[in-house]
């Protein structure tokens, strides 16, 4: 199983950017999929996850400005973050769990103020 994350760079406070994880040798629809951060001296959260009935839920501090949302034909994990703030500069990660975990390289969001 592989997880390449990207779409991560700087963007200005107030705008939006979305993030891609490509993945192989794991079915999606059959998996709990999810984005994670960690913030530079802070512990790693969970941003958001979709289970395979669609299901989503969200950190409460990215409610209402990112989505969460996949492609099972191709294989791919997506994050569109909206609004973004300064305080949602992280390294972004997405993450699989089927059966096993399986997390992708990470990818750097920064949010100038």
């Given amino acids: 199983v592989q997880l390449q994350a990207s779409g991560g760079g700087l963007v200005q406070a107030g705008g939006s950017l979305r ?49 969460i ?3 099972d034909a ?13 305080q949602d500069t992280a390294v972004y990660y997405c993450n699989v769990l089927h059966l096993m975990e399986f997390w992708g390289q990470g990818t750097l969001v920064t949010v100038s103020s």
């Fill in 74 to 86: 191709k294989s791919a994990i997506y994050l569109q973050m909206n609004n973004l703030k300064p």
């Fill in 69 to 71: 949302s996949r492609d």
């Fill in 19 to 67: 993030l891609s994880c490509a993945t192989s040798g794991v079915i999606l629809s059959q998996s709990i999929v999810g984005w994670y951060r960690r913030a530079p001296g802070k512990d790693r959260e969970v941003v958001a996850r979709m289970n395979p009935n669609d299901i989503t839920t969200y950190g409460d501090d990215v409610k209402g400005r990112f989505t």
